[in-house]
């Protein structure tokens, strides 16, 4: 019977055919907890209460960006799942809460979790479970380690990078400096301490006449800067938060001491340091740079200020402008969303870290132009280009190369 | 106005609670000492961990009760000594490779050595300023554990990190119910202790002092002694929590310890219940579980809600779980006779 032995071929072709077909199409979906056909489930830890509140506004910028994201289509047809509490800065509450997020709520992973401590304290919780703790917000230095905490991701450039660049340009432009160093008394000003100290090499010695610190509890820093200006020093290194920036560069300007001012970046803002400090008062402060400032004027028509401005009045209209928070959280949900899309259907915690991994000059919305994101295998500091830039008139004026100051944990 | 007078006319600031309603009948306390065995194996691991800091928590409530419900002191500075139990941990583990078991009577003897010396010039304050006294000493406790003089040990403010032990002997079982077994069989060794305590005649002593400190005295007790002994017994508990949250933890950092984790196991303390010591594990679930189910109803209020719910509790039961307590056995008689 030819007719049916022709049939019965078409049949079996057309079997096989299916079945490698429904083969292939399973081999490409590969999930693991916290992934599904229609959502991805992320994690997040925020301080929304407590001392360290103030950057609460990440976790709710994020989870706005992530509205933004579902309202489009989603990820690769997944909804995000965005989970986040609140450890208000403490450790121990962020361990409860990580296991909460890993173990009950069941997430693919934790993102941006805020705050060195906090971070430090679930980083081995996090790589004995094999969950990626991606894009932590803390500029610390350790996390930068590949080969002991795999599945550890930091974002922003580390403090140290930083103040590496100002070092360099300081021996490069006044190799015979006298440097006085303000820095606060915790894990975050020490961090810069070391990265600056790092940077003048075997001159350090020689050129910081002065070390002084203060603690986060002390109402005003002027009788600092009064001892600072007595040694007769002629470059200021400015290791402080934004309200104790705007109180030196004041205290800098009723004393008339002019030495060249370098800012740390936390207390770059022109909205919240140097509009309240007054304009004049900042003229030739040396800071960096590697998002756009939003009160900056010179961005007011620039095309992704614009996309910012569209995205916040439409998810997130109460949102302070100003706060430079809203644009950092703007662009690490980007770099999430990127890392996701790579991700494809395969959404294993092993291929969220290689995708992550390999990011090549990846250029989220809000960045400087020439800073990109890149990361490799050996390479878990995703952002660590910075632009110097200079205060004149009103604005941060960009000058010099896109420097980058690598530091590994 | 003398202190001697001041005592006097200031009244009770702890309301007297006769030593018997301060414990379980047998019954009950079986009936809780089943479920805390069994629960663990019936569910995640995760909630073993909270179950295990429930327990911690407990532990530091329980001893501030020994202390303000027993000998009617105040303290605010309970946040000191649970960051000393946990460093004092977590320094012997990390630095000296000690047995994770063997550090917890030297956190509970060091802490002890502390509150008892803490005690002393407290002796001449009571009610407001003996809190306030504790109180300068927990806003300074995170400030000196970042002392650049003790950083070498201490890890400064980036901390330390703990490794979490395994069960011995092979026993097939996770860390998390492994150290949950461990900190349950501490608990209810301490908590046994200070039952014993409270009735025997130290115990007493605390109460007279408690009840009437005058009194107290006339009686032959010798109050400078048991006032600062309840210190150093409240702080040598408190420190053998600390040690414990520091390995279930796996981290000890300055921002773990500030004034907010003494105000928190005061609040453990009224909501349990004062001078009720069955109560310190409710009060530890109040502080652990509360903070969850205000952030869940509003995030951005959770702080406010938090409120509503503490002020609906102090409203509505204003002594705390005993209250409850008390009246769940009433019902209970009632129904029987019925």
């Not at chain 1, 450890?87 to 069941?106: G, H, M, N, W």
């Not at chain 1, 950092?328 to 395969?346: E, H, M, P």
């Not at chain 1, 991994?357 to 809000?366: V, W």
Request: proline share 4%; net charge neutral; glycine share 10%.
């Amino acid at each position: 019977m030819p007719v049916f032995r022709l049939r019965l071929g078409a049949l079996s072709a057309a079997l096989a055919l299916l079945a490698a077909s429904s083969t292939t199409s399973i081999a490409q979906k590969k999930y693991d907890t916290g992934a599904t056909d229609s959502e991805i489930k992320i994690g997040n830890i925020m301080p929304y209460s407590g001392p360290a509140s103030a950057y609460g506004v990440i976790g709710k910028t994020e989870e706005a960006y992530f509205r933004k994201i579902n309202a489009e289509g989603g990820i690769n047809g997944r909804k995000i799942n965005f989970v986040s509490y609140d450890d208000a800065y403490s450790p121990p509450k962020t361990v409860e809460q990580a296991r909460k997020l890993v173990e009950s709520d069941e997430v693919l992973l934790i993102f941006n979790s805020l705050g060195t401590p906090p971070n430090t304290a679930i980083q081995k919780y996090m790589n004995q479970k094999k969950v990626p703790q991606l894009f932590v917000a803390t500029g610390a230095t350790k996390w930068n380690d590949p080969k002991d905490f795999p599945w550890t991701m930091g974002w922003q450039p580390n403090y140290q990078s930083e103040t590496i660049i100002y070092a360099k340009y300081i021996l490069k432009n006044k190799p015979d400096a006298k440097i006085a160093v303000l820095y606060q008394n915790d894990d975050y000003g020490k961090d810069y301490l070391k990265g600056f100290k790092d940077g003048l090499g075997a001159k350090a010695a020689s050129m910081i006449v002065i070390e002084d610190s203060y603690e986060v509890s002390e109402p005003t820093i002027d009788s600092h800067i009064v001892r600072l200006k007595a040694t007769g020093a002629d470059v200021f290194m400015n290791i402080t938060t934004p309200k104790f920036a705007a109180q030196a560069i004041k205290k800098n300007a009723e004393l008339g001491w002019k030495p060249l001012h370098f800012l740390n970046n936390v207390s770059g803002s022109i909205g919240s340091v140097i509009k309240p400090a007054g304009f004049d008062n900042a003229q030739d402060i040396i800071s960096s740079q590697y998002f756009k400032d939003p009160t900056d004027a010179q961005w007011k028509s620039d095309k992704a200020m614009i996309a910012w401005n569209e995205f916040l009045d439409k998810y997130y209209p109460e949102a302070n402008r100003a706060d430079a928070s809203v644009m950092y959280a703007y662009i690490v949900s980007q770099g999430l969303v990127q890392v996701l899309k790579a991700c494809g259907d395969n959404l294993t915690r092993e291929n969220i870290m290689k995708q992550a991994a390999s990011l090549k000059d990846f250029e989220p919305g809000g960045l400087l132009p020439g800073v990109k994101v890149n990361t490799s295998a050996t390479d878990f500091a995703p952002l660590s280009q910075l632009q110097l830039i200079r205060f004149k008139g009103e604005t941060w004026e960009r000058f010099g190369e896109i420097l980058s100051g690598d530091v590994g944990g | 106005m003398s202190a001697a007078e001041e005592v006097v006319t200031e009244g009770q600031a702890v309301e007297a609670v006769p030593k018997r309603a301060m414990t379980l009948g047998y019954g009950t306390s079986l009936v809780v000492l089943v479920a805390l065995i069994i629960t663990p194996l019936l569910v995640k691991n995760f909630i073993i961990f909270q179950m295990t800091m429930l327990l911690i928590y407990g532990l530091a409530v329980l001893a501030l009760n020994i202390l303000t419900g027993g000998s009617g002191q105040f303290s605010l500075g309970q946040s000191a000594f649970y960051a000393v139990g946990a460093y004092t941990s977590a320094i012997l583990m990390e630095h000296a490779n000690m047995n994770y078991a063997l550090t917890l009577p030297i956190a509970g003897i060091i802490c002890f050595g502390f509150g008892y010396l803490f005690g002393k010039p407290a002796l001449r304050l009571s009610g407001v300023y003996l809190a306030l006294a504790t109180f300068a000493l927990a806003t300074a406790m995170p400030q000196l554990l970042k002392l650049g003089f003790f950083e070498h040990w201490t890890g400064g403010v980036q901390g330390l990190v703990v490794t979490k032990p395994d069960a011995p002997f092979g026993l097939p079982m996770s860390q998390d119910m492994w150290l949950y077994y461990f900190t349950l069989v501490i608990t209810i060794g301490i908590y046994l202790a200070s039952v014993n305590l409270l009735r025997s005649r130290s115990g007493r002593a605390f109460m007279a002092i408690r009840d009437n400190e005058i009194a107290a005295s006339a009686m032959g007790v010798d109050v400078a002694l048991y006032k600062t002994l309840a210190f150093g017994v409240s702080a040598g508990i408190t420190g053998v929590a600390g040690g414990l949250g520091a390995i279930a933890v796996q981290f000890v950092a300055p921002d773990g310890y500030t004034i907010t984790l003494a105000i928190s196991l005061f609040l453990g303390m009224v909501v349990g219940g004062v001078g009720w010591l069955p109560g310190s594990i409710v009060g530890s679930a109040f502080i652990i579980f509360v903070p969850n189910i205000a952030e869940g109803i509003s995030k951005g209020l959770s702080g406010a809600v938090f409120g509503v719910l503490l002020f609906l509790v102090i409203f509505l039961v204003p002594h705390g779980a005993r209250q409850v307590a008390i009246v769940a056995t009433q019902l209970f008689g009632k129904l029987k006779k019925n």
